[in-house]
């Protein structure tokens, strides 16, 4: 059943072609139509309520989504569809367009090694290559290239598991794997968040400690 449009309101965006064609003919899904999880509904209202316009949180509520089932699976969209008052078509067009978001089932570890130019330049390429080489045949692991990811003074780096390393050499993309494998954690010298930070007196080698 489609959501009710009230003549008197400006045209909804979401819930007709506007700059983000609707690419299914489906319409808003009721919410006793799909099964959303409580907490899955409850975070998606928390992140609307956080813009005057709910379509904004579009992007935190597929990651939601991806948190919760591994992939922006098609029921999950719809159940986020419903959550708020948008096409699945619409959430779609938005998961598809974003490199972190994915729309077929990826493995549980997500790699993600960055080849533009600073990692480039120090080995960025053959670092992408040691981690396809390593995670080869594991049907778990998802390893891809990707643009800059913002952290250019740890090149060549990569993203595993939403957490950076770097600088890394190829030779220890195959530890990195095998200390997945056995839920060890990944490089620890080479783990940005274990960095000292100027003038953190918390970590150890911060400015703080001098
Ligand atoms: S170029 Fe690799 S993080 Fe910026």
Not at 61 to 75: H, I, K, N, S
Not at 84 to 97: H, I, K
């Amino acid at each position: 059943m489609s959501a009710e449009v009230n003549p008197n309101l400006p045209v909804d965006r979401a819930l007709t072609e506007g700059r983000v064609p609707d690419r299914t003919s489906e319409g808003v899904p009721e919410l006793h139509e799909v099964d959303c999880p409580q907490e899955l509904r409850e975070r998606i209202e928390v992140l609307m309520s956080r813009y005057p316009d709910r379509k904004s949180a579009s992007i935190p509520a597929l990651w939601a989504v991806q948190e919760r089932y591994g992939w922006c699976t098609p029921e999950g969209i719809r159940q986020a569809a419903a959550v708020m008052r948008v096409t699945p078509g619409y959430l779609e067009s938005v998961a598809s367009f974003y490199d972190l978001l994915h729309t077929e089932a990826v493995g549980s570890h997500r790699i993600e090694v960055c080849t533009n130019i600073s990692c480039w330049m120090r080995g960025g390429d053959e670092l992408l290559e040691a981690f396809k080489v390593a995670a080869a045949g594991e049907e778990d692991f998802f390893v891809t290239g990707f643009e800059c990811l913002g952290a250019c003074d740890i090149a060549p780096m990569a993203s595993i598991d939403q957490r950076y390393y770097g600088p890394l050499e190829a030779a220890e993309a195959g530890k990195a794997i095998e200390q997945l494998k056995a839920g060890e954690a990944v490089l620890p010298q080479k783990d940005l968040a274990a960095r000292p930070l100027a003038g953190d007196t918390a970590r150890p080698g911060g400015q703080g400690d001098g």
